[in-house]
């Protein structure tokens, strides 16, 4: 199982890389598709790659990633133990929002990844995660003071899945109060596995 999951990701990545859906592309420097565990029954879903992500061609290696790995760690977790990937695989210019449109043209590439992983538990990180795992999954509109922390079933394609909304760590970054709650929605995430 484990080696077909590695080959159907390797296909996904091999057409990423051709990928011209949107023009986000042509600013970027590589495509992040996302890295860890592919047998997880986590995957964590932020929003794009900023300028460290874009250079290296690994998610949440920045500040907002450096947050990441110590909230993961005080629950328990770490990042070869879960997956971790974006909304979507370019860079916007200057870390803009992803537009509608951009998301639409990447999310065959996000929905193929969750086919082959087949998470048991989902955690959008951010408003743009949030609503499309939301619109996706029919779970309606979704405001994130009041969602986040608290699961939500679905289903998905290969089964029930949890969804389980967390605040974005580059949000934590900029207002320092949503730190402790933010740590206690992981710990709540982690008891869940
Ligand atoms: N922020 C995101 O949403 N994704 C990354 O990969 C890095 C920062």
Known sequence: ?????????????????????????????NRVNGEGDLDSRLVFVGE???????????????????LLDRLLAGAGLS???????????????GNRKPKGAEVEACSGHLDRLLGIIEPRVIAPMGNSAI???????????AVIGDVHGKPLRAEAAWGGVTVFP?????????????????????????GLL
């Open 1 to 29: 199982m484990a080696g077909d999951k590695a080959r159907l990701f390797g296909e996904l990545v091999t057409d990423v890389a051709t990928c011209r859906q949107c023009g986000l592309c042509e600013g970027a420097k």
């Open 48 to 66: 794009a790659p900023g300028r460290r992500e874009d250079e290296s061609g690994r998610p949440f290696v920045g500040s907002a990633g450096k």
């Open 79 to 93: 990042r070869r133990g879960v997956f971790i990937s974006n909304v979507v695989r370019c860079r916007p210019p």
């Open 131 to 141: 609503e499309y795992v939301f619109a996706r999954y029919g779970l309606g509109e």
């Open 166 to 190: 967390l605040y974005h760590p580059a949000a934590a970054i900029y207002n320092r109060s949503l730190l402790g709650g933010l740590e206690a929605d992981m710990t709540a995430l982690a």
